[in-house]
């Protein structure tokens, strides 16, 4: 009989699995898209003009920072070969592999990325030890646990975050909030949420065409500016947010 620790690292390792597979497919049949693309650009090109030492967290085929002078780091080959091409410093493999000394970077960016990495606090761990004093991380995460959809199954994530629990491990770890943006809305129809999940696991490649071609490009020209606040949003209606923080000085 299987132990619950057993249990619980083939589960861990069923939903790496589910990660690499779903994004390898993803990014071998998308188009690469650069940081000016995004809304997050004009805060970032900001803060990249004050951060020589940045990295960047599995972008995939869509970086935020300026890839010129930045590290990236992702697990996808497709992605970075797209991203040394473009001129960016590439480290192939996940995360919690790389090796950097104590304070290398000013500023660290990941979109995306935490929720599908199943032990957070080791993230946090490695960003605080990563990021120097008064350095800057930039980061999405979704909200609301209570919101869980069979999306979040089928695309790979561990978890969402309610925003006193984020609040929590953020300060456990020694990140001040300074400001946040809404990042995207909850569907209001759970029945299409389940419609849209099982068209991608029936029809991947159909469904990865159309997001690729019409969805993604529309979604692009229909980005609104970011509105940011000091502290943590969390309205009830947001599925993901964006949260800007400081390390506080280790003294």
Known sequence: MKSMQQ??????DRMVEINQAFYERLW???KFYGPEHFNTWDVLSELCAISPRRLEIGPGLRPRLAIQGTVFVDASTVACRHLQKAGGQIH???????????SSFDLICLF????????????FKQLNYLL??????????PLHAD??????T???????????????????????????AAFGMQPKSKLLNKLSTWWLRRHYEMAMSYHNRFFFPLGLKLQKTLQFKPGLVCD???????VICHRRSRE
């Open 7 to 12: 249990v619980q690292e083939q589960d861990r």
């Open 28 to 30: 071998a049949h998308s």
């Open 92 to 102: 192939e493999g996940p995360f919690e592999a790389i090796e950097y000394p104590e």
């Open 112 to 123: 995306d990325v935490i929720e599908h990495i199943s032990d957070d606090q080791a993230v």
């Open 132 to 141: 120097a004093d008064g350095g800057t991380l930039f980061f999405s995460v």
């Open 147 to 152: 919101a869980w959809t069979s999306f979040d």
């Open 154 to 180: 089928l695309v790979g994530h561990f978890r969402r975050y309610d925003p006193d629990d984020l609040v929590a491990l953020l300060d456990q770890h020694h990140f001040d909030i300074q400001r946040s």
């Open 236 to 242: 009830d209606k947001i599925d993901e947010v964006l």
